[in-house]
Nanobody, 123 residues
Framework: QVQLVESGGGLVQAGGSLRLSCAASGRTFSMYFMGWFRQAPGKEREFVAVSSRSGGITYYADSVKGRFTISRDNAKNTVDLQMNSLKPEDTAVYYC????????????????WGQGTQVTVSS
């Protein structure tokens, strides 16, 4: 079992930056692939980024590539999402998730979810 708690969301102007953090409980954090997803009102949950177990391999959605960076610290049981050059279309609730089926882009492949943190980007 892994419990995930996100933090770091908020309101930012377009072009600004935010850093989201996800803290995990349990001693098995390093066994899980960790992803970030987001969901805007009226839209489906969408993939943002994923990190391999070691953090050495990462994948990003095309819409955030070059602007967002996922990183994890297995010693601290955390996975972060650094978001730069934010755009109004990045506005959504952001969720971190843990899974064991590889670096999947499908939210259904993840077993554990945080409660989400709101990110709002004003134009």
């Amino acid at each position: 079992q892994v419990q995930l708690v996100e933090s770091g969301g908020g309101l930012v102007q377009a072009g600004g930056s935010l850093r989201l953090s996800c803290a995990a409980s349990g001693r098995t954090f390093s066994m899980y692939f960790m992803g970030w997803f987001r969901q805007a009102p009226g839209k489906e949950r969408e993939f943002v980024a994923v990190s391999s177990r070691s953090g050495g391999i990462t994948y990003y959605a095309d819409s955030v590539k070059g602007r967002f960076t996922i990183s994890r610290d297995n010693a601290k049981n955390t996975v972060d999402l650094q978001m730069n050059s934010l755009k109004p279309e990045d506005t959504a609730v952001y969720y971190c998730a843990g899974g064991s089926l590889g670096s999947s882009r499908r939210w259904r492949d993840y077993d554990y979810w945080g409660q989400g943190t709101q990110v709002t980007v004003s134009s």
